[in-house]
């Protein structure tokens, strides 16, 4: 005979639909199944019976990031940070959204939020370096990738990142070098634009990483 299975910690929702954790569980696991509305039902399932479930609404804001419904990404972030105004992870993203929204200002700040709560947050660093970029502040956006660089040089988003804003500040060569190291990380698109550079007849110029203390102060955004 078989050794007997162990009951399920939680039960499942059919059985126990006023249960806040087997919602939250479902929703999980749907979310692995690729199935985001479920998922994002069950979630809702989840904080409609709990209010407090940071978990779950934090779940729902980075699903509502996904479907570009910045407006119900807000919601449930809101909700993580009534929880938790040190949360991160949530001042990051609140962040991009208003970057997506184009508000810049906005950006920062949450950007600010997560950089004094963690100050080597390497996301918190690519999101300052995207905003000045996009704002057009090319020369802060190189010295806020680089930071985020001192704190992980394996990271291939902010390699492609610099690299842009290498080409948008006409360093061409600069450029390559930041999408080679990108496409070595495994960034198909630093591949693709290393590519092009090099069909251009560029030949790449080793960017130097400068110490910590050389990096920009994302507070310093007036002149």
């Not at 059919?14 to 479902?26: C, Q």
């Not at 407090?52 to 940070?81: H, Q, R």
């Not at 947050?121 to 996009?134: D, E």
Request: glycine share 6%; hydrophobic share 40%.
């Amino acid at each position: 005979m078989g050794k007997k299975r162990p009951e399920p910690s939680v039960p499942p929702v059919e059985a126990s639909p006023k249960n806040a954790k087997a919602w939250f569980l479902t929703g999980n696991a749907r979310r692995e199944r690729d199935d985001m509305p479920g998922a994002i039902e069950a979630w809702e399932q989840t904080v409609a019976i709990d209010p407090e479930y940071t978990n779950a609404w934090y779940n729902l804001g980075t699903a509502y990031m996904l479907k570009e419904d910045w407006a119900n990404s807000l919601k449930s972030f809101k909700a993580v940070l009534e929880s938790d105004q040190n949360h991160v992870a949530t001042l990051c993203n609140v962040g991009n959204i208003h970057r997506n929204l184009g508000d810049f200002d906005a950006a920062l700040v949450f950007y600010e939020k997560a950089l004094d709560v963690d100050p080597n947050n390497v996301f918190a660093w690519n999101g300052v370096g995207i905003v000045f970029r996009q704002s057009g502040d090319v020369e802060r956006s190189i010295k806020a990738y680089q930071k985020a660089l001192t704190l992980d040089p394996t990271s291939a988003m902010v390699w492609d990142n610099l690299g842009n804003a290498m080409e948008m500040a006409d360093r061409l060569p600069e450029a390559l070098y930041c999408w080679d190291k990108a496409a070595e990380l495994g960034s198909e698109q630093g591949a693709k634009l290393a590519e092009q550079a090099r069909k251009k007849g560029v030949e790449p110029q080793e960017v130097e990483i400068p110490p910590e203390e050389g990096a920009v102060d994302a507070s310093d955004s007036s002149e």
